[in-house]
């Protein structure tokens, strides 16, 4: 008897369509403001930028799976769509691409090291993993406080997992059983040092056997599925069953920053092979597959995004620089001297 | 008729353990952090009781990893708590030396006041009580150079308390260092009832108008037996004890370097690149014409550590002995 012939179904975990076209035009804002900083450090404009090309998936779907006003995001510098995923105002990436006075940091931080305490995204600094031991920290505080309902999402790249802190951190929260999910953005460099240099395991998600927590293996260039596992976890968390290790799939397409140069240690041909999983136009492609959203749609999702980002970058251009005198503020509270 | 207020004779030891107490009882803020800190009440039996009182919640027995006890403190500190973390030894503090300088020192200042880091970092230093090149070292001058923390130094019980309190009241990172020989060798009057004494105020422990003395710590107190001997000799030396390594009182040495145009820098931290280079470049700024003698400094040699052998730590340490001869010199000088 002939097979029924079934159209393929997709698995969306709850998430309607709406969240769904919300998930793209956060890929599309993230890559499009990558693409920005990029352009505007090659046009002489800002000293420096960082990308998160292949991140995109990840991000997005890890923002949805974040509750607002509730859960706290300690990521690291290639979290520019989960920083916007989870509230930050696009505004902040380029005020702090430009260095501006209006930037939270008002001009201090590298840009993608952003800080947003009303919407619980904590400051980092740009060193490897120091940042998990404070994510841990503020889980403690939450399960002190008896604060269910909350957790705290902590991210960072395979080569972090090298880094003392990483373990020190995840041993910490899994003798405490703290309510935080360590997500890792595997995307297979550490600048120039791939992953097979970095450990003698075969998958990073190995590691939480090591230390008794679950681990989850998730397609990161994959939204959806990013959202399933992230959410599993966090929602584990704020029941109060503890912390979980989630390792995310992905791919770097851009150099690590403006200042590398990744023909010096891969070759082109690397980069072609991992194409497939390059998350946005996979996504794109679901969503029109499935009718959750038409080509034009995309395409004019794009061209807002891209007038968007045009018009913040103009705006953010036009805003000065922090004054002088702002290089003394905020070393303590109050004015300081060494000596008093 | 002013009443005395109340007060209790207690040595270090009980003086930080009396602070603690007060701060877990009263704030539930607050909470210590640390090895060993729970069940069997720190080494020193610092916190012996509160795991029993506090919880362990509060009272936390962390992994052996020092880089994760200052980091989750600083992370509870963000998230608004008041840790109060323990380094068992200072010598056990390099592994946590990027969270303290790399993160404590910088969470303010990096993201421009958006999160603050009221965290103590407590730790016993110091040597004399032969413990060797890995539990004697005195670890001040590796962070007083890094702007964003504070130091503290003292050494008396009372200044213990009013410290302790205005650190963990301090809104921003405080280093608070214990001399480990001073523990239950010092012995003083605390006053009762709550209160603190301001960071970076140092406090003249012994008046004199010949000579200044500035230290902090165990040689504090050997300064003052010093000074105490050249008083029946007939010559006056004024001890200061700095309390505070940053932010330092300036005030107070230069108004006593005036008065006593001498100037006799005493610590036991190696003497290259310490504490005292920094007060006697101050001093030759602003007071190079009130002096009528070089500055002196008396302190640590430069060797990586005291030895576990008796010559060889009496060797690294200055004696009463030493410091009451460079008293005198420096006095006729």
Avoid at chain 1, 81 to 92: A, E, R, T, Y
Avoid at chain 2, 203 to 210: E, I, T
Wanted: aromatic fraction near 8%; include cysteine.
């Amino acid at each position: 008897m002939a097979e029924a012939i079934t159209k393929p179904t997709l698995e969306r975990h709850g998430l309607a369509d709406e969240q769904l076209r919300w998930m793209m035009r956060n890929m599309l804002l993230q890559r499009t403001l990558d693409n920005r900083g990029f352009q505007l450090n090659r046009q002489g404009k800002i000293p420096f930028a960082t990308g998160s090309e292949g991140h995109e998936g990840v991000h997005a779907g890890s923002a949805l799976a974040f509750v607002r006003g509730q859960d706290v995001l300690v990521p690291y510098y290639r979290d520019i769509g989960l920083c916007l995923g989870i509230g930050m105002d696009p505004l902040q990436a380029l005020l702090g691409m430009f260095a501006r006075a209006a930037d939270v940091s008002g001009g201090r931080q590298f840009p993608n090291h952003y800080t947003n305490h009303r919407i619980g995204l904590m400051s980092i600094s740009s060193i490897i993993a120091a940042h998990l031991p404070h994510a841990v920290g503020a889980a403690y505080a939450m399960k002190l406080r008896k604060q269910s309902g909350r957790a705290v999402l902590a991210t960072f790249g395979d080569g972090a997992t090298s880094e003392g802190e990483w373990h020190e951190s995840v041993n910490f929260a899994a003798v405490h059983g703290l309510p935080i999910v360590f997500l890792c953005e595997n995307n297979e460099w550490a600048i120039s040092t791939p992953r097979e240099a970095q450990m003698a395991i075969a998958d990073v998600v190995q590691k939480a056997d090591g230390y008794g927590l679950p681990g989850a293996l998730v397609d990161g260039s994959d939204p959806i599925a990013t959202y399933a596992a992230v959410k599993t976890a966090l929602d584990r968390a704020r029941a109060g069953g503890g912390p979980t290790l989630v390792k995310a799939k992905c791919y770097r397409f851009l150099s690590h920053t403006t200042d590398d140069d990744d023909r010096t240690y891969r070759s082109r041909e690397e980069i072609e092979r991992h194409r497939h999983l390059d998350p946005v136009p996979r996504f794109e492609r679901v969503l029109v597959e499935f009718g959750i959203a038409t080509s034009e749609d995309v395409s004019a999702m794009k061209r807002e995004v891209l007038s968007l980002v045009n018009e913040l970058t103009d705006r953010a251009e036009a805003l000065p620089y922090p004054a002088p005198s702002d290089l003394y503020t905020n070393v303590y509270e109050g004015t300081h001297e060494p000596w008093l | 008729m002013a009443v005395a207020a109340p007060s209790t004779v207690m040595n270090n030891v009980e003086a930080v353990r009396h602070t603690l107490y007060e701060a877990l009882k009263n704030d539930e803020r607050t909470l210590v952090l640390g090895e060993d800190v729970g069940a069997r009440g720190n080494v020193f039996l610092i916190t012996k009781g509160f795991i029993e009182e506090f919880g362990p919640e509060r009272v936390i027995d962390t992994p052996l990893a020092e880089a994760s006890i200052v980091g989750v403190a600083i992370g509870m500190a963000m998230e608004g708590l008041r840790p109060i973390a323990e380094i068992q030894f200072a010598d056990f503090i390099y592994p946590a030396f990027n969270q303290i300088v790399g993160e404590a020192a910088k969470t303010r200042y990096r993201s421009n006041g958006d999160y603050t880091c009221p965290l103590v970092i407590r730790t016993p230093y110091g040597g004399g009580v032969r413990g060797a090149l890995s539990h004697s070292v005195s670890i001040e001058a590796l962070f007083y150079h890094v702007p964003g923390l504070k130091i503290v130094a003292p050494s008396f019980p009372a200044d213990i308390k009013g410290l302790l309190n205005a650190a963990i009241d301090d809104p921003d990172p405080v280093l608070f260092l214990e001399h480990k020989k001073t523990y239950r060798l010092v012995k003083g009057e605390v006053p009762s009832g709550h209160y603190t004494i301001p960071l970076g105020k140092a406090d003249v422990k012994h008046p004199g108008d010949a000579l200044t003395v500035v230290s902090y710590g165990l040689y504090v107190h050997q300064a003052i037996d010093a000074a105490q001997r050249l008083a029946t000799e007939g010559l006056s030396v004024e001890v200061i004890d700095l309390r505070s390594i940053r932010p330092m009182d300036r005030g107070t040495i230069l108004a006593s370097v005036r008065k006593t145009r001498k100037l006799l820098i005493v610590h036991e931290d190696n003497k290259f690149g310490g504490i005292g280079a920094e007060i006697a470049a101050m001093v030759a700024e602003e007071a190079f014409f009130d002096l009528d003698a070089p500055i002196r400094r008396l302190c640590g040699p430069d060797v990586p550590a005291m030895g576990y052998a008796l010559p060889l730590e009496e060797e690294f340490m200055v004696s009463t002995d030493e410091m009451a001869e460079a008293m005198r010199e420096l006095v006729r000088f």
